[in-house]
């Protein structure tokens, strides 16, 4: 499966009385790197989970290019991404969590994608170590790599920069790069604006789950 672009049309998403996204319409194309600003109860996280297919709009539609979110398992396959919780098993090492998400998508060279996976995320010397001695940054880092292994055509990343040094915010900025080169349509949060200046190609705000103008 593959596709173009990601569009929300009139998406809106209610917990009970709360209106987390109100009537959100937005238009992401293949090859971009799009920042989602706001203050912390924006929205910002809950418009990622409906892109990601990890909860479902309360009215309005997703597509991404001429395929609809109720596509399943075959849209999700196309989908990488990192939000808060990491998706990582503590009792696993780095390279047993690569290795665990290569399988899970069928990739045809699992273990050279798990090397690739760990020398980009600077883990070579402790690749066999349980992730659960990591520091964040290293973790952050894995997780990266974990929602890149497969080559989605659509990341969405929540916050990509929380916990890493100089030198990795510098190597996710590269990633990031190399993605959008790629063709794959990147949509990220932060609020950390001097790490997406002169990376993203557009940024749209959310106030109260609603596009600013």
Do not use: C, W
């Not at 319409?25 to 910002?44: C, D, F, Q, R, Y």
């Amino acid at each position: 499966m593959d596709f173009t672009r990601l569009e929300l049309v009139e998406v809106t998403r209610n917990f009970g009385r709360r209106r987390a996204l109100n009537r959100v319409s937005l238009t992401v194309e293949a090859g971009t790197i799009t920042a989602l600003l706001g203050h912390n109860g924006a929205g910002k996280s809950t418009l990622l989970a409906i892109a990601a297919t990890l909860m479902q709009p309360s009215s309005g539609a997703v597509r991404y290019g001429e395929h609809a979110s109720t596509e399943g398992g075959s849209l999700r396959a196309r989908i990488g991404m990192l939000g808060h919780d990491l998706y990582l098993y503590p009792e696993l090492s780095a390279a047993e969590n690569l290795r665990f998400f290569a399988r899970l998508y069928t990739l045809p060279d699992v273990e050279g994608a798990v090397a690739r996976g760990v020398e980009r995320a600077g883990l070579n010397e402790r690749a066999d170590e349980p992730v659960a001695g990591f520091s964040r940054g290293m973790r952050q880092r894995l997780a990266l790599e974990r929602a890149l292994i497969h080559e989605p055509r659509l990341l969405l990343l929540d916050e990509p920069f929380t916990g890493l040094d100089g030198a990795a915010r510098e190597a996710l900025r590269d990633r990031l790069r190399a993605a959008r080169a790629a063709g794959t349509i990147v949509m990220l949060t932060t609020h950390d604006l001097a790490a997406i200046e002169s990376l993203a190609d557009r940024s749209v705000t959310l106030v109260d789950g609603r596009l600013a103008a």
